[in-house]
């Protein structure tokens, strides 16, 4: 079974600098999908970025980008230029390509961020 | 705005009652999952239905149980409650069951068990 991790339960950073969110995760399937979440108070799940599997390129989208590794299972995000809107919950996420009940996401843990004015 | 909306928002029940939750998305959005936040825990899933037929489910016990309506919508079902089912549902939905076609949430139903 595929397991999320996210070791880093809370963050902070300064508004404007940089900060970077850990996720590692387990699986024996060699296409998947990777994505980061975020959670804000409204509880609302919200997509920032994802990753497929088979991309060796790392997604970016503005300010958000990630550093996939594969070999390792990792998969880290980066904030660029924090906003005070940017603190939240911030799940990552995995998906089998396979449809039903493996199609599925699983959770991390998440790691709550803080952006400090 | 996702145009997925949940209701009610909060909901207080006694152990042994039975609760429904309910999601109703945009047209076309034929799959929809439901899923389970335990408090400082990431969403688990429970089950996902696609042209009113479950089609995947997670490791919940058959209390649990859901319908998908040909508007739609949904409901989850929670029979013999429990005091550890007090979480937040999530219900999210998408066009299909590609992953080109995004997830869309809702903003869950927050349940308590008394």
């Known amino acids: 079974a595929q397991t999320v991790t996210q070791s880093q339960p809370e963050m902070s950073v300064q508004e404007a600098e940089t900060v970077t969110l850990s996720c590692t995760y387990d699986?024996?399937?060699?296409?998947?999908?990777l994505f980061w979440y975020k959670q804000p108070p409204s509880r609302q799940m919200i997509l920032v970025i994802r990753?497929?599997?088979?991309?060796?390129q790392n997604a970016t989208e503005n300010r958000f980008s990630v550093n996939f590794q594969k070999a390792a299972k990792s998969f880290s995000l980066k904030i660029s230029d924090s906003q005070l809107g940017d603190a939240a919950m911030y799940f990552c996420?995995?998906?089998?390509?396979?449809?039903?009940?493996?199609?599925?996401?699983?959770f991390g843990k998440g790691t709550k961020l803080s952006v400090k004015p | 705005e996702t145009g997925v909306t949940q209701s009610p928002t909060h909901l207080i029940k006694t152990r042994g009652q039975q609760v429904t939750l309910r999601c109703s998305s945009q047209s076309g959005h034929n799959t929809v999952s439901w899923y389970q936040q335990a408090l400082g825990q990431g969403p688990q899933f429970i089950f996902q239905?696609?042209?009113?037929?479950?089609?995947g489910r997670g490791n919940f016990p058959p209390r649990f149980s859901g319908l998908q309506f040909p508007n739609y919508s949904s409901e989850l079902n929670v029979n013999a409650l429990e005091l550890d089912d007090s979480a937040l549902y999530l219900c999210?939905?998408?066009?299909?069951?590609?992953?080109?076609?995004?997830?869309?949430f809702g903003n869950g139903t927050r349940l308590t068990v008394t």
């Open positions: 699986t024996s399937e060699s296409d998947y999908y």
């Open positions: 990753q497929e599997a088979y991309k060796q």
């Open positions: 996420a995995y998906r089998s390509p396979y449809g039903g009940s493996q199609g599925n996401l699983i």
């Open positions: 239905y696609y042209r009113e037929e479950e089609n």
């Open positions: 999210a939905t998408r066009s299909g069951t590609g992953e080109n076609s995004p997830l869309h």
